[in-house]
C-alpha cells in the first residue's frame, strides 16, 4: 500500500487579466454557472483531501481575500509585492509553506484554471505509484493550446523539458539566421538582420536575447545601414542554443520538432515541496519574454542531475478531454466555459433520466400529479405504495398525504419544475441485540411505517439547501461541503472524526439537526475521493419519534445517502452502504454500530432480519410470525445524541469494551 505524503497547494492568483477588460474584477474571481472561478478550483482541490492552500496574491488582493476567506478555513494568503513573472509567485507561495516537510505533495496551478477532479486524482495516483518527485498535467495536441508550452520526452518516455512557444521561436530564428548569413552572399546591415529577425516572433526580438548579452550590445551600437561583421554574428550565434538538448540522454530536437511535440503542457504541477525549492532556487531570466517563468524552474528539476544520473524523477498524465483543464484569457473564453458548465447540467439531467429511469426521476409537478389534492386511489401509485406499507388502506391514504405535503412543500421552496427523485427511509425496532453490532454481535432487526420522506433535486455547485416540512421544529439550513471539508482533517475518516476543528464545528452545532445530513455527505465524499460530490435541494417530512430510541437520525443519514448515491451514480453495494452510513454516523460523535441502518436498507415487509457485524452479513431474512403482534409503547423520555445524550451513549459502548477486556484478563483460557 503506498503511503501519500500531505498535499498542499500554491494557488497564483496575483496577476489581474487585463484582457478580460473589467477594472473592478480580478481574473479569478469571475463567476462561472454562478460560483467565482477560485472558489470552484478550490472547493476541488479540497475534496482531493489538501490540508492547507496557498493563494499567492497580488492586484487586487483585497478583493480575492474576500471571495475566498469567507467559504474555506484552510487558506493562507502570499503576497507578490512586484509582478515579476510565475517564478517569483510560486517562490512567495513556497515561503507560506516554510514549516512543512519537504517530502510534502504541493501542487501548483493558477487560479484561472478550472480542473475535473478525475483528471486531478489520476495525476495523484500517478505520482505516487511512479514515487515521483514531480507529476504535470500535459494535453494531447489535437486539444488545441497551440501557444503552450510542448512538453518533450525522452526516449524513456519521461518529461525531459517544456519548451515554450517564444523560446522555440527564438531558437528557430537563431538557426535561420546560422544558414541564411552564411548564405548570403552580399553585406549584411543591422536593417537586413532585424527584418530577418522579424520574420521569427511577434514582435522584434532584442538583439542581446538572439545573440546574447555581450555581443548583442556590440551589435546594438552600429547604425542600421552599416555593415556587421559576419565573425562577430557567428561568434555570438555560436554562443547561444538553437535547438533543445534533453538532458538524459542528450538528445537534440530542432525548434520545429519541438514546435510539432505531441504534448502540451498545462501548467498543473504536483511536486515534492524540497524539489520546487530546488528549482526556484535554479530559475533565471533568460528567455524571449524576459521573466522569472515557473516553467524554467520545472525544466530545472527536470534537468537536473547528480553523480547517479537524472537526480530527480518525473512523470506526466495527459488528459483525455478538453474539458478535462478550462482556462479563460477574455471574455468570449469565460462565456464558452460558462455554457459548457451550463450544458453540463442538462446532459446531467438526460444522464440522471437515462440511469435513474423517467419513474424515478421527474418534475415535482409530474409527481404531484401521482399524489393529487383527493383521497381517491391513483392505482399507479398506490401499487408502488402496497409493495412497501401492505394492503392497509388507512395506512396508503395517510402515506399518499404525506408525500403530497412534502412535494408541495418543495414546490413552494424550490419550484415544482425542478427535477427530483423521492427517498424514503424507516424507522426502526431492534428485538433482540441492543448494543451488541459493534461488537461483532447478531442481532435481529426490524423497519417500521414510520419513516423519513425527502424530496431531492441536484444541484451543480457544493451547497445542500436544507428544509424541512416543519419549519418550527426543524429551522432551515445551508451547508457548504466544500467549506466543511477545508476545516476538517481529510487523510482518512478516523482522522477526520477526531481532529480538534470537528470538535469545535459540533459543540457549535449542538443540537441541529442538519449534522446528520454532513455526516452522510462527508462519509460518502471520504468513500469516494475521486468525485466531487454536488450539492441538492432537500425537503424533509418524517414522523419518526425524535429521540424516541427508533432511530429518527439514522433514518436522515440513510436517507441523504441514498440520494447521494442515486443522484451520483455511486457504486455501492448494500453492505458497503450499511458500513458508510454506521460509520458516518460517528461524525457527530457517537460511537455505534451499523444495526439501525441495516434494518432501514434491508428492511422488508412483514420480514425479521437475521444480520452480524465484523464483518457485516445478513443472514437470513425470516418472515414475521402471522400469530404474533409486536406492540411498541412511547415511554416519551428523549435522548437527542446531537444535544448532548451521546456521551451516556458512548459510555455503554465503552462499558462493553472494558468488559471484555477485564474478561480476558480473568479468564485467559476464554481470551481468543
Known sequence: MVVSAPLFTIVLAAGKGR???????????????????????????????????????????????????????????????????????????????????????????????????????????????????????????????ASAGRVLVDQTGRPAAIAEVPDIRLRACRAALREQIAAFPGEITGAWLQGLIAEH???????????????????????????????????????????????????????????????????????????????????GADNAQGEQYLTDAIGAILAARDDHGIRFRAAYVATSSPHDIMSYNDPEELLRITDYFQGRSHQSLGELAQRLGTSTIRTVQEWLELFPDHDQPVPQTDASLAENYGDDPALIQERRRAYRMVLLRFAAEFGEQRHAILVRSPGRINIMGRHIDYQGGRCNLMAVNQEVIMAVAPRDDDRIELRNAQPELFPDATISLGRLVSQLNWDDWLSCINCEELERHLRDSAGKWSIYVEAAMLRMQ????????????????????????????????VSTAEAAAALHGLEVTASQFVNFCGEGEWFVGTRGGSADHAAMKYGAKGTINHVKFHDFELLEQIPFPKTHRLVVCNSFMQAKKAAGAKLAFNSRVASYRLGVTLVRRQFPQFAP
Open 526 to 557: 471520504m468513500a469516494f475521493r475521486q468525485r466531487v460530490l454536488q450539492g441538492m435541494d432537500l425537503m424533509v417530512l418524517g414522523n419518526i419519534p425524535v429521540a424516541a430510541g427508533m432511530s429518527s437520525s439514522s433514518a436522515l443519514v
Open 201 to 283: 516572433g511577434r514582435k522584434a526580438l532584442p538583439l542581446p536575447l538572439v545573440f546574447g548579452s555581450d555581443v548583442g550590445k556590440q551589435l546594438e551600437a552600429f547604425p542600421p545601414a552599416a555593415p556587421l561583421d559576419r565573425q562577430l554574428l557567428a561568434r555570438g550565434l555560436d554562443d547561444m542554443p538553437a535547438e533543445f538538448t534533453l538532458s538524459g540522454d542528450g538528445q537534440r530536437i530542432s525548434a520545429a520538432e519541438a514546435l510539432r511535440a505531441p504534448l502540451r503542457n498545462e501548467s498543473v504541477y504536483l511536486v515534492r515541496k524540497g524539489v520546487l525549492s530546488y528549482g526556484l532556487q535554479h530559475i
Open 19 to 145: 484582457r478580460m477588460r473589467n477594472r473592478y474584477m480580478h481574473k479569478v474571481c469571475f463567476e462561472i454557472a454562478g460560483v467565482p472561478t477560485i472558489v470552484r478550483s478550490l472547493d476541488t482541490f479540497n475534496r482531493l483531501g489538501t490540508v492547507q492552500n496557498v493563494v499567492v496574491v497580488g492586484e487586487m488582493a483585497g478583493q480575492v481575500v474576500e471571495t475566498v476567506g469567507e467559504r474555506f478555513s484552510n487558506v493562507v494568503f502570499a503576497y507578490q509585492p512586484h509582478a515579476l513573472g510565475t517564478g517569483d509567485a510560486a517562490r512567495c507561495g513556497l515561503q507560506a509553506l516554510a514549516p512543512i516537510s519537504d517530502s510534502a505533495r504541493v501542487l501548483v496551478v493558477a487560479g484561472d484554471k478550472i480542473i475535473d477532479s478525475q483528471i486531478l486524482s489520476q495525476l495523484l495516483a500517478e505520482f505516487d505509484a511512479a514515487g515521483a518527485d514531480l507529476a504535470m498535467l500535459a494535453s494531447p495536441a489535437e486539444h488545441g493550446g
